[in-house]
């Protein structure tokens, strides 16, 4: 089976539910997809925003945006969460524009996660503690990338950075690295 563009989700996860899309945008491909959809469960209790753009007001007359967006009760961006691929420029101005926020990233593999944190100690030394960075441990991404489904199903429990979930009848539970 290909790997879905959408995802129409039924979420049941800590004790709530909810019933999202998960769209590809711009050149987004389908395992970008799943790295959202984990980023989003990953913080399930912060209720964030998917696809926040130009027309959100925390992020009025930015020229660039998030993956997952959380604000603040006074509106103002809290936490900034990117997947995958991520320029070095776009991380220095968003942990400058917005230097209370709490900024998460998300890669595939263990090596993507070293290699981000090392990128981030050279390029914005003064600032790279600000960034958590997630990854799966071994190849364990791609068991997680396969679950994915035009129509998903998901219940049970999902703090950052574990995962105890039944997606679609199938068993799935892994701790991701965090550096």
Not at 6 to 27: H, S, T
Not at 69 to 78: E, I, K
Not at 163 to 173: H, S, T
């Amino acid at each position: 089976m290909a790997a879905p563009y959408r995802i129409r989700a039924e979420l049941a996860v800590n004790g709530g539910e909810r019933k999202l899309v998960f769209a590809c945008i711009e050149n987004e491909t389908p395992d970008h997809l799943a790295l959202k959809l984990a980023a989003y469960l990953a913080f399930w209790d912060e209720d964030l925003t998917l696809d926040a753009r130009h027309n959100h007001p925390a992020l009025e007359g930015q020229e660039f945006y998030p993956d997952i967006l959380g604000v603040s009760p006074d509106g103002a961006v809290a936490h900034w969460v990117e997947c995958g691929t991520t320029a070095m420029h776009k991380l220095g101005k968003v942990v400058r524009r917005w230097p209370q926020a709490r900024i998460s990233l998300f890669k595939e593999t263990e090596a993507q996660g070293q290699f981000l944190r090392q990128e981030l100690e050279r390029t914005i030394p003064e600032r790279h503690e600000r960034f958590a960075i997630y990854a799966w441990p071994g190849r364990s991404f791609r068991e997680w990338a396969g679950l994915m489904s035009e129509r998903l199903s998901a219940v049970g429990e999902a703090a950052a950075p574990s995962f105890n979930l039944v997606v679609n009848d199938q068993i799935y539970a892994t701790d991701l690295l965090k550096f």
